[in-house]
């Protein structure tokens, strides 16, 4: 896996029971019908009051890209982007019953840029993951939340187990309480560095990372595809005409893609470094995906 984000990637899979959850086992909040998340202005609005209550001078870019369920940090031709699925916020405030939760969410992402964690080719690891939750802490304790409503996403989303690229709940919380601790002037038993800014605050502009896939709609309509990282459980991805789906698959560097949910229909294997574009085939009167050279 290349990218940080916090419950990373496309979200197949299914935990016992009814819970939903993605590759790395972070289980995804139910549908909410409440709205509490309203736009992008919103987050923007959110993500300049943590830059000046820690006092950061970074310019950061919001996308809102709906259908990932999720939440991550990237790097797009030399600028730090914070890309987030508004319906996930939404319905995570919902189920963890606080709106500090979805900012939260948005904090985790900016300690990632913080501790410039992007600029890396390693991905996500339990170290990574534990500075951006501390970070998380921190940030939350300036903006005034209380030590349950900084915890309160990952109390509701985060494994029990660890994995390769995340740590375990109990490791995550510990961290988001350390950091709140740190902010607020309470000792830590075990106190990590705390988050100082890097000495890079830009990102170069070479480390834009070309492995991600970019997938276009050459349509005047937009359509749902269906993408999985393991050729077997396959999630819906909207898209839109006007923006490339910019993502990529969580298991290897490469995945599959249908244009319907079923076992019968055909697969395309996409790779990352490359790019796709969905265009209609005279031919075979069908939509078709070919690579962009």
């Known amino acids: 896996m290349k990218r940080i984000l916090l419950i990373l990637g496309l979200f197949v899979a299914t935990l016992a029971g009814a819970q939903k959850v993605n590759q790395c086992g972070i289980i995804v909040p139910p549908p909410s019908t409440r709205s509490s998340f309203s736009s992008v202005y919103e987050a923007k609005q959110y993500i300049s009051t943590m830059l000046d209550r820690i006092n950061w001078q970074e ?8 259908g990932i369920n999720n939440a991550y940090a ?3 031709q030399g600028r730090r982007y914070i890309i987030y699925d508004n319906n996930f916020l939404e319905n995570l405030d919902s189920y963890a019953g606080t709106k500090w939760a979805s900012i939260s969410v948005l904090a985790h ?6 501790r410039n964690h992007v600029i890396s080719s390693s991905g ?7 500075e951006a939750d501390y970070f998380s802490g921190y940030v939350m304790a300036k903006l005034g939340a209380t ?5 309160a996403a990952m109390e509701q989303i985060a494994s029990p187990m660890a994995s390769a690229s995340h740590p375990a709940k109990a490791d995550r919380l510990t961290a988001i309480t350390q950091g709140w601790n740190y902010a607020n002037g309470i ?8 988050p100082a800014p890097q000495p890079q605050q830009n990102p170069p502009p070479a480390t834009n990372d070309a492995s991600w896939i970019y997938l276009s709609l050459y349509s005047n309509q937009e359509m749902t595809v269906y993408l999985s990282d393991n050729g077997r459980d396959f999630t819906e991805a909207p898209l839109k005409t006007d923006q490339p789906f910019v993502f990529k698959f969580e298991v290897y560097n490469y995945g599959w893609l249908r244009f319907s949910n079923s076992s019968n ?3 395309y294997k996409l790779y990352h470094g490359k790019d796709y574009a969905i265009v209609w085939s005279r031919r075979s009167n069908n939509w078709t995906v070919v690579e962009v050279p």
């Open 59 to 66: 310019n950061f870019s919001l996308r809102e890209q709906n």
């Open 74 to 76: 990237t790097i797009l």
């Open 109 to 114: 992402e900016m300690g990632h840029h913080y």
């Open 124 to 130: 996500s690891t339990p170290p990574k993951e534990i």
């Open 147 to 151: 030590l349950n409503e900084a915890r």
């Open 187 to 194: 000792s830590n038993e075990t106190k990590p560095a705390p």
């Open 265 to 267: 229909a055909r697969s």
